[in-house]
């Protein structure tokens, strides 16, 4: 199912996040409670559900994962402003987000944080 969101289609990540919860791993209902009661699902919010439901993941899965991760705008600005709020590093920032520091590095000079 997909809905719209700023004129582009994009998947129902509450739904599809929800239906697997609820068929797969209903022992982690309670920690996605959190997650689903919120209006709008980000991508950080996709994210968190990933780490959620699926803590285990080896190397190559990992690094796979991360090569095709996308980040709108939106989410970019909630990343670089979680920066300045705990006064992180570029470093400490890419560490806490699973990004390259030349990822953060590139988004500051982008949108001029």
């Known amino acids: 199912m997909n809905i719209k969101h700023d004129g582009k289609t994009v998947p129902d990540y509450k739904k599809i996040y929800g239906d ?20 709008n699902f980000s991508i950080l919010d ?45 470093s400490q920032l890419a560490r806490h987000f699973k990004l390259s520091r030349n990822t953060v590095a590139k988004w500051k000079r982008n949108f001029q944080v």
């Open 20 to 39: 697997l919860i609820n068929e797969k791993y209903p022992e982690k209902k309670e920690e996605y409670k959190s997650i689903s009661s919120k209006q």
């Open 46 to 90: 996709v994210i968190a559900c990933n780490e959620i439901l699926f803590t285990k993941e080896d190397k190559n899965t990992f690094n796979f994962n991360q090569k095709h991760r996308t980040y709108d705008r939106q989410t970019i600005l909630k990343i670089l402003d979680y920066q300045k709020k705990h006064r992180c590093n570029n």
